[in-house]
């Protein structure tokens, strides 16, 4: 009994001090919860998509009369047991989170305490979600690299063989490996021999990206088309082709997000292609389904849910010069 009330103080404790010394934050989305209250957790908003979910969960929680609180918790995956451990005695009703490390899945389901779970961001294992329990709302990142492999098949006229550099989001994420394995997919699937002259993690960073191009052109090796797993990786890539006198023109250059930053440099001609991630569709659909789960209720009228009630997922939207004005 001793080492029980112990952990429990030395978790109530952690969370006070996270949002104490401000490696945490707490936002509250609406005074008036009508008793419905969501703990949102992220690791950060240090990442421009991250910040578009973010502020969307909020704002619709705030539309839809319901408390949200945010805390950031950094990539710290104890802080994270910590909050959902205690989210039941603190009064909430529902856990929004996006995991530090998505092989976490199966200990928050556990800590939960019987409270439902929405993960947005941050894929878990299938077999560590539960229909209408512990849910998984997001975009269909395959979709997000078979759009861009597509896209560069045809402006390239459908070739048998490329050299292709593809520049990697961060080591292990969902975002990371579905977009990544889509397009190689999607290019072996068209008879694509594709040859990988160079890939590398970025971790969602145009600095990033920068460097491991100017690497790359180190190599002495030819490319025909460049897959950034974002936006933002593909503007440093743009950058960096600039300055070493890259075509980008002739070089198509891809993202994901359609970020503001993305439209805007497709409407100058420099990323070729990018695929809106709608983060006010997927942060809208993470507050119905936390509300309708604290209820005891079903996914299954939510728009995009899946027939297994386990997924929601909004659609990505492919966007290039022809309809770039329609996102900016």
């Known amino acids: 009994m001793k080492k029980i009330i112990t952990c429990l103080l030395v978790g109530i404790l952690m969370v006070t001090a996270l949002v104490g010394c401000g490696q945490a934050s707490t936002v ?4 008036n919860s009508g008793g419905k209250k969501i703990l949102f957790i992220m690791p950060d908003r240090n990442d421009v998509f991250r910040i578009s979910l973010s502020n969307a969960i909020i704002s619709e929680g705030e539309a839809k009369g319901v408390t949200v609180d945010l805390v950031q918790t950094g ?36 800590a939960s305490n ?12 299938d077999e560590h979600l539960e ?12 979709e997000a690299g078979q759009l861009q492999a597509e896209y ?6 459908n070739p048998s063989s490329m050299n292709v550099i593809i520049i990697e989001g961060e080591p292990g994420h969902s975002g990371t490996i579905g977009r990544t394995s889509a397009v190689k997919k999607t290019l072996k699937d068209n ?25 790359f052109t180190l190599t002495g090796q030819d490319v025909d088309a460049v897959f950034c797993n974002n936006d933002t990786m593909a503007l440093g890539v743009i950058e960096a082709m600039k300055k070493n006198g890259y075509s980008y023109k002739d070089i198509p ?47 299954k009228n939510i728009e995009y849910a899946t027939e297994d009630c386990k997924y929601i997922f909004v659609p990505f939207e492919p966007v290039d010069a022809s309809n770039v004005s329609n996102y900016r």
């Not at 909050?83 to 005695?89: F, R």
């Open 152 to 157: 560069v098949l045809k402006k390239l006229g």
């Open 253 to 299: 250059v891809c993202g994901v997000d359609a970020t503001s930053n993305g439209c805007a440099s497709i409407e100058k001609g420099e990323i070729s292609f990018s695929v809106l991630q709608n983060a006010k569709g997927q942060g809208a659909a993470a507050v119905d389904a936390a509300i309708a789960l604290s209820k005891g209720g079903s996914i």
């Open 114 to 125: 019987g409270l439902p779970i929405v993960y947005v961001n941050n894929k878990p294992k």
């Open 191 to 215: 008879g694509c021999n594709a040859n990988y002259v160079f890939v590398d993690y970025g971790n969602w960073s145009d600095s990033k990206a920068e460097d491991l191009f100017n690497i």
């Open 75 to 110: 990539k710290s995956v104890e802080a994270q047991y910590s909050l959902v451990e205690s989210a039941k005695k603190q009064g909430y009703s529902a856990i929004i989170i996006k995991l530090a490390d998505a092989s976490t899945a199966l200990q928050m389901d556990v």
């Open 28 to 31: 509250s989305a609406a005074e």
């Open 131 to 142: 229909a209408d329990k512990y849910i998984y709302v997001a975009s269909n990142e395959e």
